[in-house]
């Protein structure tokens, strides 16, 4: 994934995830990682699957509007036509 990737612009990216993570503080409870290969399973077989979904972190805050205004300078956005999707866990009751 990151191998077609000149060195110097990949040490210049994951310094600014660095330098993301660091403003979000304790609220990046996990860094997460590229996502990559997404598969459909239905009635036991996978198949090949296209998805938009190329990556996660996992923050945590007190309001959507918290979370969302984490991610507004994300540096995915260096990517041209980029956009970030932020999702809330939903408590099960009773689990």
Request: charged share 15%; glycine share 8%.
């Amino acid at each position: 994934m990151f191998s077609n990737i000149p060195r110097e612009q990949f040490q210049a990216g994951m310094g600014a995830w660095m330098a993301w993570s660091q403003k979000c503080g304790t609220a990046l409870t996990d860094m997460g990682t590229p996502l990559d290969h997404p598969q459909t399973v239905a009635n036991g077989t996978a198949t090949p699957a296209k998805s938009a979904i190329t990556g996660l972190s996992v923050l945590q805050a007190n309001s959507m509007a918290d979370a969302v205004a984490l991610v507004k300078d994300h540096p995915h956005f260096r990517a041209p036509g980029a956009s970030v999707q932020v999702f809330e866990f939903v408590r099960i009751p009773g689990m």
